[in-house]
């Protein structure tokens, strides 16, 4: 048994002895028994009799993050102790404690009377999402909080306007990097694959969210579109492998993003902001790409000419062509 899912097997002892005690007629909570402590006993036997069992400590981490998650969930705690608590765990390097109890947070949020997506720059995140990004700014962030956060964008919890706000700058720049290392895991490229259709088909309830969701999603487009030609530009002898893997990743999230937003379109709709610039970056990744087969090459340069051909400038108020000059700068800047 991996050893933090213990606190789970507890609370399915707690569970079935509360059960039991209904079934029986007992309504008092002192004949359940404490299997917390039994565990613990029976784990710290096997160790040597004068330092007991070394990973039992991960045991009553795993627990303590377990009780107060719930605690928090249902309310118990407020925001500011919360706050306090998700910086401690990242002080002393719980990154996936600090990212168990932010999550705990959000939950409690989406059972209030009244749940509403989690905007960034309101006083209440800031004790859980905000304060956690603040608390590893500058640090390597581990796989718990990509999963955090985007557990949190796959239910709704965090909006289109929060993943662009400035506080996220620093995770997109993390996420880019973490997809052309050599040891990237599939959590990055899910969060990457999420949030872009999350800043693509986002609701967007102010004038001014609009115009930073489509800056970010510039940003993010271009940023995938440079790095996978910077990795194909610095190939050495002994890498290729690795960075092809890379590369891969990289054209594997534009291509994730842009079936997402077109599951969700009509074949007849003209192409919005969101899919042009998808379409275009993937092209400059792959059209001249001697990673990528003659066939896939073909397709990607076909697919953006027709969506090409379908931009209406008229209605469009040549938004796409101002997005396409934008795209370019960073990918004429590195070649």
Not at 99 to 121: D, G
Not at 128 to 154: M, W, Y
Not at 305 to 323: K, L, P
Request: aromatic share 6%.
């Amino acid at each position: 048994m991996c050893l933090r899912k213990i606190p789970d097997c507890i609370a399915d002892i707690d569970a079935w002895d509360r059960q039991q005690l209904k079934d029986s007629g007992v309504k008092s909570i002192w004949g359940i028994s404490d299997a917390a402590s039994d565990l613990f006993e029976q784990l710290e036997a096997l160790g040597s009799p004068s330092s007991g069992w070394r990973p039992l400590r991960l045991v009553v981490r795993s627990q303590a993050t377990h009780l107060l998650s719930n605690a928090i969930a249902d309310g118990l705690f407020r925001p500011e102790f919360c706050s306090l608590l998700v910086r401690l765990c990242v002080h002393l390097n719980g990154s996936q404690e600090a990212a168990q109890l932010a999550a705990s947070t959000s939950r409690h949020r989406a059972t209030e009377l009244r749940p509403r997506t989690i905007h960034v720059s309101e006083s209440r995140e800031r004790s859980t999402v905000l304060v956690l990004l603040d608390a590893l700014k500058g640090r390597k962030i581990p796989g718990p909080v990509f999963e955090c956060i985007s557990g949190l964008i796959n239910k709704g919890l965090l909006s289109s306007a929060s993943i662009s706000s400035r506080a996220f700058s620093g995770f997109w720049i993390s996420s880019l990097e973490g997809l052309t290392s050599g040891n990237a895991k599939p959590h990055i490229v899910e969060f990457m694959c999420i949030a872009i259709w999350t800043l693509a088909r986002g609701n967007r309830p102010k004038p001014s969210d609009c115009c930073a969701i489509e800056q970010t999603l510039i940003r993010v487009a271009a940023g995938l579109a440079v790095a996978a030609s910077t990795l194909e530009a610095q190939i050495i002898l002994g890498e290729r492998a690795q960075r092809k893997g890379a590369w891969r990743r990289l054209v594997y999230v534009l291509e994730c993003s842009i079936s997402l937003i077109s599951r969700y379109r009509s074949r007849k709709s003209p192409p919005d902001t969101a899919s042009f610039l998808l379409v275009f970056a993937r092209y400059l990744a792959v059209a001249q790409s001697d990673l990528a087969s003659p066939a896939f090459k073909r397709r990607v340069s076909e697919e953006f000419e027709t969506m090409a051909h379908r931009i209406d400038a008229v209605s469009n108020n040549g938004a796409q062509y101002q997005h396409t000059v934008i795209l370019l700068k960073p990918r004429i800047s590195v070649t």
